[in-house]
């Protein structure tokens, strides 16, 4: 089966402060994406990438950066965290069959 | 823009009993329609898809049908089982969108009692 691994899987930041997520998968799917999972709101896209070297913005992209530095690596990046950016955050591969990650519970204190 | 409505928040069912959850969309042409769900602690992954009209997808003893008429991707099961118990996603992808976007409707919990 398909393996997305996310790091870290937990994380506590300071407002203000640089946060970097980092996703790896083993898969050699060409998609990977960023959600957010917030109650009441689901599964949010932020950024996308169809390749090393791309990214798109998805639905809710203010207050990150994505990059996609190989076909395996893609990490998102929060320059200034703020309090409403606390969530558990995902990371996925693939097509119309995604493939998620184990989450990241950030909290921006 | 595409949209996905479900089941608002919790359904909560005595296990045996059938399970439905709603789930209707918006979407300018012509979509492919996916249940994904998330257990307890867990990532959500791919439960159903359907890619033609009329077609019955079925997984772990769920199925849902695509019904273009009404706009609408229902997930049903004869007989819920405590282990149903999770989030369900319904989630959306255009048919002229990047392959892979997908947009997600706000989830419903089941949670199945003894």
């Known amino acids: 089966e398909a393996a997305v691994t996310q790091s870290p899987r937990n994380k506590v930041a300071v407002t203000g402060g640089k946060v970097t997520l980092s996703c790896n998968q083993t898969?050699?799917?060409?998609?990977m994406y960023w959600y957010r999972q917030d109650t009441g709101h689901g599964l949010r896209l932020i950024h996308y990438?169809?390749?090393?070297?791309?990214?798109e913005k998805g639905d809710i992209p203010d207050g990150y950066k994505a990059s996609r530095p190989s076909q395996e690596n893609f990490s998102l990046i929060l320059e200034l965290a703020t309090p409403s950016q606390t969530s558990v955050y995902f990371c996925?591969?693939?097509?119309?069959?995604?493939?998620f990650g184990p989450g990241t519970r950030l909290t921006v204190l | 823009g595409d949209s996905v409505t479900q089941t608002e928040g919790l359904v909560t069912l005595t296990e045996g009993l059938p399970v439905m959850l709603n789930c209707t969309y918006q979407?300018?042409?012509?979509?492919?329609l996916f249940w994904y769900v998330q257990h307890l602690n867990e990532a959500p992954k791919l439960l159903l898809k359907?890619?033609?009209?009329?077609k019955r997808p079925e997984h772990q003893g769920f199925h849902a049908t695509l019904h273009k008429s009404s706009s609408s991707f229902h997930l049903q099961k004869s007989s819920a089982q405590l282990s149903d118990s999770a989030l369900y996603y319904c989630?959306?992808?255009?048919?002229?969108?990047?392959?892979?976007?997908?947009?997600f409707g706000r989830g419903t919990r089941l949670q199945v009692y003894a």
């Open positions: 996925a591969s693939g097509d119309y069959e995604q493939y």
């Open positions: 898969n050699n799917h060409n998609n």
């Open positions: 990438s169809y390749g090393a070297g791309s990214t």
């Open positions: 979407s300018t042409y012509s979509p492919f």
């Open positions: 359907s890619f033609t009209d009329n």
């Open positions: 989630a959306l992808s255009e048919a002229t969108q990047v392959v892979g976007q997908l947009t």
